[in-house]
């Protein structure tokens, strides 16, 4: 009876075994097909045109996905808010009392030629040199930086050829805005691609308040316009708002 009993253990065993080995291929087997229907189905997807759209379009929003989640990583080395400018690593800028607007704008060079030039410009408005100083970073040398400063007003230009500024403001991307009230930081432009305009906006109502902002903006606008179409044009336009 006793050997009777173990051999049907054993071949209960045995069976159990065998069960085991043909469950694991059969997974095995599963597996194998899966992953030879993705291959087709992507091998479809590549050769037709709706496939080919679709990748596309997968790919863009992917790639858009990775580049938000770099830039959030970036924005972390910024300075902290109060940094002092002193460890900017600007040397003799004038003391002054008006908040500051400094602007990393990179190279004068290609479509980025045009930005420098523009931002140079912009101490030229006696609205804005009443309301703040510009301080405009180049990664340029000494020499070049003059000869933009020769067209500029109102503004102070910043030679930065070995781009120790840019690293101590984290500007990985420019242009890019810093402002500054009592020479300590109290805001950083954290949009890409804003314009002058939205840059002022953004700096002007954290240090004036809103409607002290929009006020300079529009007269700002205003000046603009007179220079541009006259006094005698601005003028009137004014008077039929009125």
């Known amino acids: 009876m006793m050997a009777a009993k173990e051999v049907g253990n054993q071949e209960i065993i045995k069976k159990g075994e065998v069960a085991k080995v043909l469950s694991k291929q059969s997974l095995n087997l599963l597996i194998t097909l899966f992953l030879a229907l993705?291959?087709?189905?992507?091998?479809l997807l590549r050769t037709t045109p709706e496939g080919q759209r679709w990748l596309a379009s997968w790919?863009?929003?992917?790639?858009a996905a990775l580049s938000q989640k770099r830039f959030?990583?970036?924005l972390k080395n910024d300075p902290y808010l109060g940094f002092p400018l002193g460890k900017v690593g600007i040397e003799?800028?004038?003391?002054?009392?008006?908040p500051i607007?400094?602007?990393v704008l990179g190279r004068c060079e290609g479509c980025n030629e045009n930005v420098v030039y523009d931002w140079a410009e912009m101490g030229k408005w006696e609205t804005l040199r009443k309301a703040v100083r510009f301080v405009l970073v180049l990664q340029e040398g000494t020499k070049k930086v003059e000869e933009i400063g020769e067209k500029a007003k109102g503004v102070s230009l910043v030679a930065d050829e070995r781009g120790e500024i840019i690293?101590?403001?984290?500007?990985f991307f420019v242009p890019r805005a810093y402002g500054f009230e009592g020479r300590k930081l109290v805001w950083i432009q954290r949009e890409v691609n804003l314009d002058k305009i939205r840059v002022l906006e953004r700096f002007f109502e954290l240090v004036k308040g809103r409607d002290e902002a929009q006020s300079l903006i529009n007269e700002w606008l205003?000046?603009?316009?007179?220079?541009?179409w006259g006094k005698l044009l601005?003028?009137?336009?004014?008077?039929?708002g009125r």
């Open 92 to 98: 003799n800028l004038p003391e002054g009392e008006l």
């Open 101 to 103: 607007l400094l602007v």
């Open 234 to 240: 601005v003028g009137s336009e004014r008077g039929e």
């Open 59 to 63: 790919q863009a929003r992917r790639n």
């Open 167 to 171: 690293r101590r403001l984290n500007a």
């Open 72 to 74: 959030h990583e970036a």
């Open 38 to 43: 993705c291959a087709v189905f992507l091998w």
């Open 222 to 228: 205003r000046e603009m316009r007179e220079k541009r």
